[in-house]
Antibody, heavy 119, light 108 residues
Framework: EVQLLESGGGLEQPGGSLRLSCAAS????????MSWVRQAPGKGLEWVSA????????HYADSVKGRFTISRDNSKNTLYLKMNSLRAEDTAVYFC????????????WGQGTLVTVSS | EIVLTQSPGTLSLSPGERAPLSCRAS???????LAWYQQKPGQAPRLLIY???IRATGIPERFSGSGSGTDFTLTISRLEPEDFAVYYC?????????FGQGTKVEIK
């Protein structure tokens, strides 16, 4: 059974940093691209970032480019999102999802972790 | 970027009724790389349909997808109580992949 379990969310001040993790199980992790998708309170879904299976290729939404860094540790079956220079508009539930930048849908999602940016 | 517009914003229906949900793209979604997701409060989205018309694993037959190019439809043939939720369409043909703003199906 595929499972994705996010952690690392919480309350952070504007300008601060957080690192999200997503522990994956139930599939051969290094064979699949992974992504982060966020959802602001009461709003829709927004793609944030994607990374290839081997970690070489990364992609970012314009709204987070230069501030967020996606990475993965295939030996630990874990996906990461390092978020720097946080802004109030980054407040959202962050979901990790199994799937690439393009070409395939997201067939599995984690339960999400809430990031709140506020002073 | 491809903009997806879903309509209506809210659909008020009774159990047993048919629910047609629309998703229109600002430009052609080549190869029909269009998916539909269901999301219930406090839960992650769940993949229902991909490739515009292919049901994902374990999705009941009452969910069907159709369309091509720029106009797509998700149809729930007979609403069950567990189907009242928010539905999103997504294009995954070009970067950035984008989602529609959602259609809420609520109990009338």
């Amino acid at each position: 059974e595929v499972q994705l379990l996010e952690s690392g969310g919480g309350l952070e001040q504007p300008g601060g940093s957080l690192r999200l993790s997503c522990a994956a199980s139930g599939f051969t992790f290094n064979n699949y691209a992974m992504s982060w998708v966020r959802q602001a309170p009461g709003k829709g879904l927004e793609w944030v970032s994607a990374i290839s299976g081997n970690g070489v290729n990364t992609h970012y939404a314009d709204s987070v480019k230069g501030r967020f860094t996606i990475s993965r540790d295939n030996s630990k079956n874990t996906l990461y999102l390092k978020m720097n220079s946080l802004r109030a508009e980054d407040t959202a539930v962050y979901f990790c999802a199994k799937g690439p930048l393009t070409g395939d849908p997201y067939d599995y999602w984690g339960q999400g972790t809430l990031v709140t940016v506020s002073s | 970027e491809i903009v997806l517009t879903q309509s209506p914003g809210t659909l008020s229906l009774s159990p047993g009724e048919r629910a047609p949900l629309s998703c229109r793209a600002s430009q052609s979604v080549g190869r029909n790389y269009l998916a539909w997701y269901q999301q219930k409060p406090g839960q992650a989205p769940r993949l229902l349909i991909y490739g515009a018309s292919i049901r994902a694993t374990g999705i009941p037959e009452r969910f069907s997808g159709s369309g091509s190019g720029t106009d797509f439809t998700l149809t729930i043939s007979r609403l069950e109580p567990e189907d009242f939720a928010v539905y999103y369409c997504q294009q995954y043909v070009t970067s950035p992949q984008t989602f529609g703003q959602g259609t809420k199906v609520e109990i009338k």
